[in-house]
T-cell receptor, first 112, second 111 residues
Framework: GAGVSQTPSNKVTEKGKYVELRCDPI?????LYWYRQSLGQGPEFLIY????????DSGLPNDRFFAVRPEGSVSTLKIQRTERGDSAVYLC??????????FGEGSRLTVL | KNEVEQSPQNLTAQEGEFITINCSYS?????LHWLQQHPGGGIVSLFM???GKKKHGRLIATINIQEKHSSLHITASHPRDSAVYIC?????????????FGQGTILTVHP
């Protein structure tokens, strides 16, 4: 498809486990963003990639969260030692050079 | 106080009514986005504004940079407009997608 693709759409894990969430942006979009949306809240910015590098990771809540984009396309958000408070929908977006944003459907993470 | 405040938080309307959702923000911005989120679904960008007014179909978005205020209007509302509408701002000097989001306005349009 031509849109932003996120997998898995749903992930249930146990406290303490490691989780990876994947984002496949629109082809050619060099900017990629991760956000987190807790139930009943607006999304919060996590990290921004321009190409392969993390241009701004100021929104990552702590060092259990890490994201990579090794080839400048697909990005993976990695969460170590998951906690119940990490339960949320993790959203990915990519943008055109003029800032038009395209969002994926999100990955719903539930930590039991 | 949140940097981005939306009002109302919940809005119920009858089909055909004119709807206004407001967004106030407290920081200097380079752009403001209006987003739509359906239950269980992803987010769709409706508008990106840095000044003035934009129109797309039955949707109109306006922004007043001096007053730090934006409005989203829906004319001739329809039940399919039922969704959460989110205002998000891009603080000046940051990348386009480093957004600060409002809490969202839950809109329900009854037939």
């Amino acid at each position: 498809g031509a849109g932003v693709s996120q997998t898995p759409s749903n992930k249930v894990t146990e406290k303490g486990k490691y989780v990876e969430l994947r984002c496949d942006p629109i082809s050619g979009h060099t900017a990629l963003y991760w956000y987190r949306q807790s139930l009943g809240q607006g999304p919060e910015f996590l990290i921004y990639f321009q190409g392969t590098g993390a241009a701004d990771d100021s929104g990552l809540p702590n060092d259990r969260f890490f994201a990579v984009r090794p080839e400048g396309s697909v990005s993976t958000l990695k969460i170590q030692r998951t906690e119940r408070g990490d339960s949320a929908v993790y959203l990915c977006a990519s943008s055109t050079p003029t800032g038009e944003l395209f969002f994926g459907e999100g990955s719903r993470l539930t930590v039991l | 106080k949140n940097e981005v405040e939306q009002s109302p938080q919940n809005l119920t309307a009858q089909e055909g009514e004119f709807i206004t959702i407001n967004c106030s923000y407290s920081v200097g911005i380079s752009a403001l986005h209006w987003l739509q989120q359906h239950p269980g679904g992803g987010i769709v960008s409706l508008f990106m504004l840095s000044s003035g007014k934009k129109k797309h179909g039955r949707l109109i978005a306006t922004i007043n940079i001096q007053e730090k205020h934006s409005s989203l209007h829906i004319t001739a509302s329809h039940p399919r407009d039922s969704a959460v509408y989110i205002c998000a701002v891009c603080p000046g000097g940051t990348s386009y997608g480093k957004l600060t989001f409002g809490q969202g306005t839950i809109l329900t349009v009854h037939p």
